[in-house]
């Protein structure tokens, strides 16, 4: 005799972007059983009038659920803080975050009731299995390479389940991460080390790479601060249990040591000293435009982009590592234990 389905909600963070309506409506159209609940989580920024609620975001797009949407605003916080603000709604034993951009397969409620059904007592949180779709015809950019990475991520919030009753045990997403990035990781981490387990699941979500300018790499830099705060928080050795890509800030860091020491020297009035330091740095910085450019597309526009942000990366990620270890110095491990 089968069970029935473990009853969960589904909690979309959202700042209002057009996807969100291709999101619900693949929610709305696939086929199992339906979430108790559908919390969208409005993320713009500002107050609103006490009482009111938005009647810009898309809900027809959930057709015969929308009778079980609700909406909730969380005041341009960031997506750690709109999931929160989502779990806060929820009475489900299970919550299923995903984001906005994203489209479940046709039978991805099948699937994830299946997930649930064999997710073992002590496991608190099943992920699902992200597919970006590149293009067929060229080879993919920076930033189309930048989100593939999704697809072996661990942990990605852009599909993942969570027994609501683990998330609470660990007070929900550490809402010092204002940006998408590594608070997935960060949860995952604590719901591990509070005793329970997380598997791969069998649901299939696509994650389309969404549009960004040519200087989104720039803005991405940011996230070195969130690396500061994870250290912090879990340690050095928070990469390896992640299976994290350590990334190149460390020669990031060195090629931004050169071309300051260079800069220095220079101004020094030394400038027979100051050549092997830039001559470093710009070894390193066309080292790093190599890297990028070589399984690019080779567009004109694409090669000037790597090779201009190739330049800035580098100091921009140092910077933010430092801002990052300068705003976080004060933060202990999660769990009060030494970092």
């Not at 039978?107 to 699902?128: I, K, M």
Request: glycine share 8%; hydrophobic share 45%.
């Amino acid at each position: 005799m089968s069970h029935p389905p473990d009853p969960y909600a589904v909690v979309v963070p959202t700042v209002g972007r057009p996807c969100l309506a291709d999101c619900l409506a693949a929610l709305a159209a696939s086929e199992g059983p339906a979430p108790h609940r559908v919390v969208v989580v409005d993320d713009r920024p500002g107050e609103p009038p006490r009482g009111t609620l938005p009647r810009d975001l898309p809900l027809e797009a959930l057709g015969a659920l929308a009778d079980r949407a609700v909406v909730v605003r969380s005041g341009g916080r960031g997506p750690a803080a709109a999931r929160n603000t989502g779990l806060r709604e929820v009475e489900e034993p299970w919550t299923v975050f995903l984001d906005d951009d994203v489209r479940v397969a046709p039978t991805w409620r099948t699937a994830l009731a299946s997930d649930l059904a064999e997710a073992s007592p002590r496991t608190g949180g099943v992920q699902g299995v992200l597919r970006v779709p590149l293009p067929a015809d060229r080879r993919p950019t920076d930033w189309e390479r930048n989100t593939a990475g999704l697809e072996r991520a661990l942990w990605a919030t852009a599909d993942m389940a969570y027994r609501t009753e683990a998330l609470r045990a660990v007070g929900g997403f550490d809402e010092r991460f204002r940006r998408a990035f590594r608070e997935d990781a960060d949860l995952a981490l604590r719901v591990i080390d509070a005793g329970w387990l997380i598997r791969r699941g069998t649901r299939r979500t696509e994650h389309p790479v969404r549009p960004a300018d040519r200087w989104v790499s720039l803005r991405l830099q940011r996230g070195n601060a969130d690396d500061a705060l994870m250290v912090r928080l879990h340690g050095p050795g928070w990469w390896a249990r992640a299976a994290a890509p350590r990334g190149r800030f460390r020669r990031h860091a060195a090629v931004t040591a050169a071309g300051a020491l260079g800069v220095l020297l220079a101004a020094a009035g030394r400038p027979r000293a100051a050549v092997p330091a830039v001559a470093a740095w710009l070894l390193g910085t066309a080292e790093f435009a190599r890297a990028r450019i070589a399984p690019g597309p080779h567009t004109r526009e694409e090669v000037v982009t790597m090779l201009v942000t190739s330049a800035a990366i580098p100091a921009l990620a140092t910077w933010h590592r430092l801002a990052g270890e300068l705003r976080h110095r004060s933060a202990g491990s999660w769990n009060g234990g030494a970092a």
